[in-house]
């Protein structure tokens, strides 16, 4: 086996799995490609036939990206706004977000809503885009992204409460097993007033629910 295109190449992405860590580790490109390779080979596939040659250094790219989100600590992104005296629910509804399922390695994707009431202090709605973001590109449960993104927001804005709904299209659903395209899974997490109060909660799901 000669050397491929990529061969020695590591990219200097972060790594590690938790939440809140910033471990600093790489995302080994070679062993990737070595990976993609076995599986074309696996299938029963020629890995050197010309459309599939420089399919592995392709993919470990890709990986590289979609999983950049790994050993980021999402809650650097947020920059608490204080002084401001808003303190009603505040709601950025259709995030869009894309995933991949930690159980079989394909994409999840969907949109995700998030709500929250103020206590003093608030966040540029463009950096609550980059948590779910940040939150997706690692391998993921759509439970545990639902609750990552509210406790990054419980821990840097301290509001009264959050919520988060997350509603997903799995392609481990839609392409195989079960097989039910256009099955839509939605998730959510409560935290603070709107788990103690029903009707905040039952607000936020109305603005949520109207288009
Ligand atoms: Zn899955």
């Given at each position: 086996m000669g050397a491929s295109a990529g061969d020695g190449l590591t990219a200097?992405?972060?790594?590690?799995?938790?939440?809140?860590?910033?471990?600093?580790?790489?995302?080994?490109?070679?062993?990737?490609?070595?990976g993609v390779r076995q599986i074309i080979?696996?299938?029963?596939?020629?890995?050197?036939?010309?459309?599939?040659?420089?399919?592995?250094?392709?993919v470990a790219r890709m990986y590289a990206e979609i999983f950049e989100g790994?050993?980021?600590d999402p809650r650097e992104l947020i920059k608490p706004l204080t002084g401001d005296k808003h303190d009603e629910i505040v709601l950025i509804k259709d995030i869009p977000f894309y995933s991949m399922c930690e159980h079989h390695l394909?994409?999840?994707?969907?949109?995700?809503?998030?709500?929250?009431?103020?206590?003093?202090?608030?966040?540029?709605?463009?950096?609550?885009a980059r948590v779910v973001e940040t939150v997706s590109r690692r391998p993921q449960l759509q439970e545990r992204l639902t609750s990552?993104?509210?406790?990054?927001?419980?821990?840097?804005?301290?509001?009264?409460g959050v919520m988060v709904v997350v509603e997903a299209e799995h392609l481990c659903m839609t392409m195989r097993?079960?097989?039910?395209?256009?099955?839509?899974?939605?998730?959510?997490?409560?935290?603070?007033?709107?788990?103690?109060?029903?009707?905040?909660?039952?607000?936020?799901?109305?603005?949520?629910?109207?288009?």
């Open positions: 200097a992405a972060p790594g590690g799995a938790q939440a809140g860590s910033n471990r600093e580790t790489t995302v080994d490109l070679k062993k990737i490609e070595n080979e696996g299938i029963g596939e020629d890995a050197e036939r010309e459309g599939l040659r420089e399919t592995p250094a392709r790994l050993g980021r394909l994409p999840f994707l969907g949109r995700a809503h998030v709500a929250y009431i103020p206590d003093g202090a608030i966040s540029g709605l463009s950096k609550l990552e993104i509210a406790e990054v927001l419980m821990n840097t804005l301290k509001p009264k097993g079960v097989r039910k395209p256009g099955a839509v899974t939605t998730t959510s997490v409560v935290r603070g007033i709107f788990r103690t109060r029903q009707a905040t909660r039952v607000e936020a799901m109305g603005l949520i629910r109207s288009s």
